[in-house]
């Protein structure tokens, strides 16, 4: 059947690389214009062949740089040095990936920056002179040590080389070759500071501080034991030399002998030592055993002179009787403290009361203990009473304060108390604290019982606010409901079978909105008496409920539930409240679906310790956390403004776990779905000041 044809040729880089045959069931098919056509159609094709070719050799061309790039690549961007090249200006042309682990920048930023802006503004110059130096000699190189900056305006500092490559035609850039040296910078100046910092603090004290060898020479000493040791043997001892080759009488030198052997056993230990010529001095002498590993090296030893303290203890002794008489008076529990925190007295108030409280830290601070020590200790553990006991303290002892007050609670397991404690410094011959502790009992209960009443007015308040919002939440969805099949029951055209089916669906909404109204009408009769409407709830069926309450939602999305109860399907708690948190949730995770695919919910429940954990997962559109994740519980917050709603629905869902003594939780990522987890105690806790009236009960309630 063919009538007409034509040949045209089809070339190739010039050469003829076959042929564009068309042909046709008509005769004399290729007049003139369709002839002028075909030309053109084999033109275009030939013209595109010799496209295809040149892009062929391209191809191949890139092949072998992208060849040549990775291997570079593998040389230099793997590296944890830093590489990076700079024109003549300082401009930075490149940046290998290194940058960016050391100094935090994106390559983007740091190459938008000159090289001097990174350096440190001290460094800048030394650089600079060295750096001009070398490109007067192509191929020169120089050692560095500088900083640079961190993208968070820390510097680091980095060694490395800088070369002049700008003679070579593929670089034509300035080289440098960093690596981060911040530790070993910092170990220096570390090991700097521990030297300055052991200097400063044995010398800035007036206690005598020495360390010896097991061969009884001196390690090192501070300026009060060479004053010491110039004002008794008119001279110092140096390092090195046997402290034992002074002169002491002999006995003397035994006893220092057998101290120095007792820390070369191993022992850590104090003595008093008490002289009366030339004059009568009192010493608390320590030694310490210098360890290296498991081997005794040398002693330590400190030498404080507590003279002036023992005479006060002396005094204080010969003035016991009136002293205790009057302290013993009385109610308070008192104790006098001398300034290195030493208890020197108690009052029998003071005694009396660690005895009946045995199980308070009263016990360790009786006379003979260091209060300063007991409160330290606390406070390292974690006490913050004692914590803020030591600062009340110092700013006595330093002068910035007359006293110190502090209240605090002392629960034992019987009762709940409180004390005032006051401290005030009374000056003598040597300053003393007297620190007294009262019982502020009666006090602490009426302010706590003022701070629930102001507490359960301001809780009123806001469930008052709350009910006209609660009350709209939760009749919309049956109301909806009702609306909507009653438009569609007017329809004339709906057979028997079909508005039998819409009545049973409006029958069922309206019984659901009656079961909401007369849940609001039964709690707000209700005053005092809400922890006895708790009962058993079962999970299992609070979901089928719901499910059956939203079924034409559910159905509409062809909605898949996934339910695991197997490990514990039933808890004791206020129906209402759980009712409406799987309520909000479940719709929620219907209503922010993806429109691609069909909502999969998936609840489990198990047990955990003393709690009951339930989870809900979904695979809807998800919310980011990270811009929005503070606001996840919010009120009023909404994450996606395709569906209708009001952002009430997790905010009134977190109010309510919580009212119940519960916690909740969520992760979520952008379209990866959302998952809730719901921490309740297995013996739910009623709180008083949230169920002692009607409207807090329903602003609890959703």
């Known amino acids: 059947n063919i009538r007409s044809c034509i040949i045209l040729p089809i070339k190739k880089s010039g050469n003829i690389f076959g042929t564009f045959n068309l042909c046709s069931t008509e005769t004399n098919f290729f007049d003139d214009e369709n002839i002028k056509m075909a030309l053109k159609v084999a033109g275009d094709i030939s013209f595109a062949l010799d496209l295809f070719e040149k892009a062929e050799r391209h191809r191949q061309t890139e092949q072998i740089i992208v060849r040549n790039e990775k291997r570079f690549r593998a040389l230099v961007e793997k590296s944890t040095d830093m590489e990076t090249l700079e024109t003549l200006d300082g401009k930075l042309i490149y940046a290998s990936p290194s940058v960016s682990a050391v100094l935090g920048y994106t390559l983007d930023d740091f190459l938008?920056?000159?090289?001097?802006?990174?350096?440190?503004?001290?460094?800048?110059?030394?650089?600079?002179?060295?750096?001009?130096?070398?490109?007067?000699?192509?191929?020169?190189?120089?050692?560095?040590?500088?900083?640079?900056?961190?993208?968070?305006?820390?510097?680091?500092?980095?060694?490395?080389?800088?070369?002049?490559?700008?003679?070579?035609?593929?670089?034509?850039?300035?080289?440098?070759?960093?690596?981060?040296?911040?530790?070993?910078?910092?170990?220096?100046?570390?090991?700097?500071?521990?030297?300055?910092?052991?200097?400063?603090?044995?010398?800035?004290?007036?206690?005598?501080?020495?360390?010896?060898?097991?061969?009884?020479?001196?390690?090192?000493?501070?300026?009060?034991?060479?004053?010491?040791?110039?004002?008794?043997?008119?001279?110092?001892?140096?390092?090195?030399?046997?402290?034992?080759?002074?002169?002491?009488?002999?006995?003397?030198?035994?006893?220092?002998?057998?101290?120095?052997?007792?820390?070369?056993a191993g022992e850590s230990f104090t003595e008093i030592e008490h002289t009366y010529l030339p004059n009568e001095i009192w010493r608390q002498n320590s030694y310490y055993p210098i360890r290296n590993g498991e081997d005794v090296v040398g002693t330590a030893c400190y030498s404080r002179d507590i003279t002036e303290s023992k005479k006060v203890e002396q005094q204080l002794v010969r003035s016991e009787a009136f002293n205790r008489g009057v302290l013993d008076s009385l109610t308070s529990n008192i104790s006098v403290i001398d300034m290195s925190g030493?208890?020197?007295?108690?009052?029998?108030?003071?005694?009396?009361?660690?005895?009946?409280?045995?199980?308070?830290?009263?016990?360790?601070?009786?006379?003979?203990?260091?209060?300063?020590?007991?409160?330290?200790?606390?406070?390292?553990?974690?006490?913050?009473?004692?914590?803020?006991?030591?600062?009340?303290?110092?700013?006595?002892?330093?002068?910035?304060?007359?006293?110190?007050?502090?209240?605090?609670?002392?629960?034992?397991?019987?009762?709940?108390?409180?004390?005032?404690?006051?401290?005030?410094?009374?000056?003598?011959?040597?300053?003393?604290?007297?620190?007294?502790?009262?019982?502020?009992?009666?006090?602490?209960?009426?302010?706590?019982?003022?701070?629930?009443?102001?507490?359960?007015?301001?809780?009123?308040?806001?469930?008052?606010?709350?009910?006209?919002?609660?009350?709209?939440?939760?009749?919309?969805?049956?109301?909806?409901?009702?609306?909507?099949?009653?438009?569609?029951?007017?329809?004339?055209?709906?057979?028997?079978?079909?508005?039998?089916?819409?009545?049973?669906?409006?029958?069922?909404?309206?019984?659901?909105?009656?079961?909401?109204?007369?849940?609001?009408?039964?709690?707000?009769?209700?005053?005092?008496?809400?922890?006895?409407?708790?009962?058993?709830?079962?999970?299992?069926?609070?979901?089928?409920?719901i499910i059956t309450g939203v079924g034409n939602v559910s159905e509409k999305h062809q909605v898949r539930m996934k339910t695991d109860f197997s490990e514990v399907d039933e808890i004791f708690s206020l129906k209402v409240y759980l009712q409406s948190i799987f309520y909000n949730l479940i719709s929620n995770s219907i209503k922010y679906c993806k429109l691609d695919e069909h909502p999969l919910i998936e609840i489990k429940s198990r047990k955990e310790d003393e709690k009951i954990i339930v989870t809900f997962k979904d695979n809807g559109l998800g919310i980011d956390m990270k811009r929005k994740g503070d606001k996840v519980f919010g009120l009023y917050k909404r994450f996606h403004s395709h569906v209708e709603g009001k952002g009430m629905g997790l905010f009134m869902v977190k109010t309510q776990v919580e009212a119940i003594g519960g916690s909740i939780t969520v992760k979520s990522e952008l379209n990866q779905g959302v998952e809730f987890t719901i921490v309740f105690e297995n013996k739910i806790k009623q709180s008083s000041h949230i169920y002692q009236d009607d409207f807090s009960t329903l602003a609890m309630r959703n």
């Open 112 to 264: 938008n920056t000159s090289a001097y802006d990174v350096i440190h503004p001290d460094d800048v110059s030394r650089v600079f002179e060295s750096l001009q130096k070398i490109l007067q000699i192509p191929g020169a190189s120089f050692k560095t040590q500088h900083r640079l900056r961190h993208k968070n305006g820390n510097y680091l500092w980095c060694e490395g080389t800088i070369t002049n490559m700008l003679h070579e035609d593929h670089v034509n850039a300035v080289v440098s070759n960093l690596r981060d040296i911040s530790d070993k910078k910092l170990d220096e100046s570390q090991q700097k500071f521990d030297n300055s910092n052991l200097k400063a603090l044995i010398n800035n004290t007036k206690d005598l501080i020495w360390s010896v060898d097991r061969n009884f020479n001196l390690i090192t000493s501070n300026y009060p034991f060479d004053k010491e040791c110039e004002a008794k043997f008119g001279k110092s001892i140096a390092e090195g030399e046997n402290v034992l080759l002074v002169t002491y009488a002999p006995e003397m030198l035994a006893r220092f002998k057998q101290l120095y052997e007792r820390a070369f």
């Open 342 to 545: 030493n208890i020197v007295a108690v009052n029998e108030a003071w005694n009396t009361f660690a005895k009946e409280n045995s199980d308070t830290s009263y016990q360790r601070t009786s006379e003979g203990n260091n209060y300063f020590n007991v409160s330290r200790k606390a406070a390292e553990e974690g006490d913050e009473i004692a914590r803020e006991v030591l600062v009340g303290m110092k700013a006595i002892l330093d002068g910035k304060d007359k006293y110190f007050y502090l209240e605090y609670p002392c629960h034992s397991t019987n009762k709940q108390a409180w004390y005032g404690m006051r401290a005030m410094k009374f000056d003598s011959d040597v300053p003393m604290i007297v620190v007294s502790h009262l019982d502020i009992t009666e006090k602490k209960l009426a302010e706590v019982e003022r701070e629930k009443l102001i507490n359960h007015m301001i809780q009123r308040n806001r469930d008052l606010e709350q009910f006209t919002f609660i009350i709209s939440h939760n009749l919309r969805t049956p109301t909806a409901n009702i609306i909507g099949l009653a438009e569609i029951l007017q329809d004339k055209t709906l057979t028997p079978q079909v508005q039998e089916e819409f009545l049973q669906g409006l029958s069922t909404s309206a019984s659901a909105l009656d079961t909401v109204i007369n849940d609001i009408n039964q709690i707000l009769k209700v005053k005092h008496e809400l922890g006895e409407k708790k009962e058993l709830i079962s999970f299992s069926k609070l979901v089928d409920d």
